[in-house]
Structures are given as structure tokens and as C-alpha cells.
Nanobody, 119 residues
Framework: QVQLVESGGGLVQPGGSLRLSCAAS????????MHWYRQAPGGQRELVAT???????NYADAVKDRFTISRDNAKNTLYLQLNSLKPEDTAVYYC?????????????WGQGAQVTVSS
């Protein structure tokens, strides 16, 4: 069974940095496109950043030039470097991926990692 597990969340002051990781495990043949989403309290889940298997990236305007998405295909791991954090970045961050497993392509979600930006 495939699982995505996020780590690296926490409490940080405005202007600080965090690095989120998302490790995929299980019977994985390959991982295609991967995303980071976030959901603020009382808000809807929104797309933060996307990375293809080849490394092409795309970002939401709100995080462009502050966040960096990357991946290590050999380790089946996705990363999000969060810099210059603002209170409005406070949210639960979720990883999402299209994964080939057991001859089928399925979409998977992680359980979420809380990021709180506060002084």
C-alpha cells in the first residue's frame, strides 16, 4: 500500500524558514507529477506548487520567489523550502502525487503538516 508522509512542520516567526518533506513508500513503480497544497483555518485547500518528474516547476503567485519545490526521484521524496514566511502562510500543508503502483495510476494525499507563522 502506498503512503505519503509529510514532516518538517512547526512554529516559526515571521521572516523565518522551514523545510517540508514528503516521503512516499510502498509498492511504487514510478511517481509522476507532485504537488504541495495548503489549507488555512476556515479556508479552502489551495495549490501552492507543482513539480513534474523532469523537474519543471510552477508556483502560486502568493508564494512565488519565497517557496521552492524540489524532489529526489531516487528517494521518492518531495520537498518544499519555505522562506520569508508570513503569518498568512499559516496552514496545514499537504503533499499530493500521481503514483504508478500495482499497474495502476492513482492519486494520493499525505496526512498534512501544520505550519504556523507567528511572533
Amino acid at each position: 500500500q502506498v503512503q505519503l508522509v509529510e514532516s518538517g512542520g512547526g512554529l516559526v516567526q515571521p521572516g523565518g524558514s522551514l523545510r517540508l518533506s514528503c516521503a512516499a513508500s510502498g509498492s511504487i513503480f514510478s511517481i509522476n507529477i507532485m504537488h504541495w497544497y495548503r489549507q488555512a483555518p476556515g479556508g479552502q485547500r489551495e495549490l501552492v506548487a507543482t513539480i513534474t518528474r523532469e523537474g519543471r516547476t510552477n508556483y502560486a503567485d502568493a508564494v512565488k520567489d519565497r517557496f521552492t519545490i524540489s524532489r529526489d526521484n531516487a528517494k521518492n521524496t518531495l520537498y518544499l523550502q519555505l522562506n520569508s514566511l508570513k503569518p498568512e502562510d499559516t496552514a496545514v500543508y499537504y503533499c499530493n502525487a500521481d503514483i504508478y503502483s500495482d499497474n495502476r495510476l492513482r492519486n494520493y494525499w499525505g496526512q498534512g503538516a501544520q505550519v504556523t507563522v507567528s511572533s
